[in-house]
C-alpha cells in the first residue's frame, strides 16, 4: 500500500530493524510544528491565539501543547547537535537560500516567499535535530558519548 520508501527495512548491528518511515513521519512533524506555529496563509496558532481572549476556551491548554511541543524541539535539537552544531545549521540553509536567490529560484522581496522559506527552514531545522543523532550512530557507530571528567 505505501511505496517502498517509506516500509523498506534495514537490520541493524544489533539485529533490530528500523523502517525509514520514521523519517518521513518526524519530517511532517517537524514540519506540521513550524507551518502550524505561523505561516503566511494566516492559518497559525499565533494567529489563533491573538484573536481572542487569552484565557478562555482551550486556548490555555493549546498554548501549553504548543510550548510543550516546542521544548520538545529545542531539548532534542540542543542535546543531538549543540549549540554550535544548531548554529551550522542554519548557517547551511541560509547559504541554500542564498543560492537558490542567486539562481532567481527566490525572491527576497516577495514576503510571502520568504515567509514560506522561513518556516519551512525552521521545520527542516527541528527535523535535522530530532534526526542528528541517529544520523551520527549510523555514520560512526556510536550513539552517544558522555563526558568524563579526570579526578
Known amino acids: 500500500m505505501l511505496p517502498d520508501i517509506l516500509t523498506k527495512t534495514n537490520k541493524t548491528k544489533k539485529g533490530k530493524t528500523e523502517k525509514h518511515l520514521r523519517w518521513w513521519v518526524t519530517l511532517l512533524l517537524s514540519l506540521a510544528l513550524a507551518i502550524g506555529t505561523w505561516n503566511p496563509l494566516g492559518h497559525h496558532f499565533i494567529h489563533y491565539i491573538s484573536q481572542q481572549d487569552i484565557l478562555s476556551g482551550f486556548t490555555p491548554f493549546a498554548i501549553l501543547i504548543m510550548i510543550g511541543l516546542w521544548i520538545l524541539a ?21 547559504s541554500f537560500i542564498w543560492g537558490l536567490n542567486q539562481y532567481g529560484l527566490l525572491d527576497f522581496s516577495n514576503a510571502t516567499q520568504m515567509g514560506w522559506t522561513g518556516t ?23 550513539y552517544a558519548t558522555d563526558v568524563v571528567e579526570s579526578e
Open 74 to 94: 529545542f531539548k532534542s535539537i540542543l542535546q543531538s547537535i549543540g549549540k554550535l552544531g544548531a548554529l551550522a545549521t542554519i548557517i547551511i540553509i541560509l
Open 120 to 142: 519551512l527552514s525552521v521545520g527542516l531545522i527541528i527535523w535535522i535535530g530530532i534526526n542528528a543523532s541517529i544520523i551520527w550512530k549510523t555514520i560512526t557507530g556510536v
